[in-house]
């Protein structure tokens, strides 16, 4: 199972700032737990991981593994709210996504409360913190074993 992981803009900054909202954990401290669980897992799972800050280079990598990936979990940040680009991307890989996030985007401002994305992700979870990440990984091996389906 090849899953390709995206994380949007200032994503890279956790951990370093406003840890009062996002926690103490690191980018790389999310992708090694990714790293570390895809490994324990008795599927045989490969991860690719990027990061952007940049609208275009998020849809330009979603529509390069479009033959790679069979699954894709995405925290697209701030372009939750705003991409009609990365939403017409992932709809047209056509694939199943898992749309994440680390706080409760539905507690915060009413600007968060819209997502672009949620209507062509599989499902959403958000809320958990680093641990959001954890949970749509397992989701998403399951989907793929056709273990879980995804309900509308
Ligand atoms: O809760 C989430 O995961 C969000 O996707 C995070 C985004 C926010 O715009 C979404 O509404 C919800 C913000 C990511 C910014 O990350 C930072 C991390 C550390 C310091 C500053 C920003």
Redesign the pocket.
Known sequence: MNILVLH????????????E??GHQTLADINATLDRNAAASPHEITLKISQSNHEGELVSIIGDNIDWADGILI???????TSVAIRDALSTVALPVIE??????YA??E??HHSYISAVAVGVI??FGTH?YTLALEAMIQILQKKLEPSV
């Open positions: 949007g803009p200032n994503l890279h900054l956790l951990g370093k700032r406003q840890p909202i996002y925290n697209p940040a701030a372009y939750t709210h994440i996030h680390l706080s409760n985007i915060r401002e600007f968060r958000g809320g959001s």
